[in-house]
């Protein structure tokens, strides 16, 4: 195994402990806030439309739902190659489970005013086992919901292997 692959995994086993404290960190100090009956159900079908566009591999569209500050990361044909990588890296066959959202009105130090949408997700593919993923959606009053961020994190079977092996990751979870 060459030194730059272990060097990615160990990259990608930091980047997953470090969103997942992101997320903790963030759920302590933003205000939760519980939106009403139409808002959820509009940014439930905004969030499982999305997935499914990208599931479906429908990825113009899907990039289409995006607020123009996650298009300014990243350029359409960037996003179509990242997707294609991903895809390619699980083996595809996603499984999802475990959707929660979380909701806040104008958070602290949020980028823009107005109501988020955090969905978070545990998700499964033919070479990953360990995956979650979480999609914040964006609406400023009276506005509709925009993908705000999007975000995958896992760890390939071939590097969970490795892990245990090592003795750094339990076999039993």
């Given at each position: 195994m060459s030194l730059a692959l272990v060097n990615k995994r160990d990259h990608g086993v930091r980047r997953l402990v470090l969103v997942l404290l992101i997320l903790i960190s963030a759920s302590a100090i933003a205000q939760e806030w519980e939106p009403d009956e139409?808002?959820?159900s509009e940014a439930e079908t905004i969030f499982l439309g999305f997935m499914t566009l990208i599931y479906e591999h429908n990825i113009e569209q899907a990039y289409d739902m995006q607020t123009p500050g996650m298009k300014s990361l990243i350029s359409l044909e960037g996003w179509i190659a990242f997707e294609k990588e991903f895809e390619n890296i699980s083996g595809g066959g996603a499984q999802f489970s475990g959707i929660t959202a979380t909701w806040y009105k104008d958070?602290?130090?949020a980028q823009i005013p107005g109501i988020h949408a955090a969905?978070?997700?545990s998700c499964r593919y033919k070479n990953i086992n360990i995956c979650s993923g979480v999609v914040?959606?964006?609406s400023e009053t009276g506005s509709t919901?925009?993908?705000?961020?999007h975000e995958r994190n896992y760890i390939d079977k071939a590097t969970e292997q490795n892990l245990i092996e090592q003795g750094h990751f339990p076999v039993n979870r």
């Open positions: 139409s808002q959820k958070p602290p130090n969905f978070v997700y914040i959606l964006h919901f925009k993908v705000m961020r």
